[in-house]
């Protein structure tokens, strides 16, 4: 995996996920590992970029258009991430949907 | 600060900064700091989230409007902030700058 992550000229999408975890681990690291795993084999699929420290982790993914992020979203075992997400991982987090129109790289 | 970053329904823009850094510190630190308080004094600003794990940093801002970020772009302190970046601090990175369309809160 690059990093940053290599992704076509704009226009193309961007989710943000900003999240504050909690205290759990359980499942939590192999959950996440796999979702990016499925995210990454998924149509529409560009690129990923992930970071954590502490508590606060931003994950940002890169997508052709909003019909594969709807699809992304809706995949059964994603939501059942999401689900467990919610339950269990993390105690607040934010999703940003944004239309990438501009991009310049540095070296 | 809270986390993650409070912002008002869309729409709104969000500048994704990827970063790799160098293993160069001299005067980094404070760099990066004062460039969050100048960009918070600043028309347009909506809200700031960065991690940093090891070598990758995400820094995501988030402004009223494309002419706030281009004037954040164009400050004097700020440039000259960009150009130590790119002469010490950061081996590689990405700038998006991106429309953000929708967005949802947990807890």
Known sequence: ??????????????????????????????????????????????????????????????WTDLEAIREWKADLEHAEAQRLGRERWYERYSVRVARVERAYDFG
């Open 1 to 62: 995996m690059t990093w940053p992550a290599s992704t076509p000229p704009p226009p193309y999408y961007a989710v943000i996920f900003t999240s504050l975890r909690s205290e759990a681990e359980d499942g939590y690291a192999q959950t996440a590992q796999r979702m990016e795993e499925l995210a990454a084999g998924r149509r529409g699929f560009l690129g990923i970029e992930s970071v954590r420290e502490g508590a606060q982790g931003i994950t940002l993914s890169y």
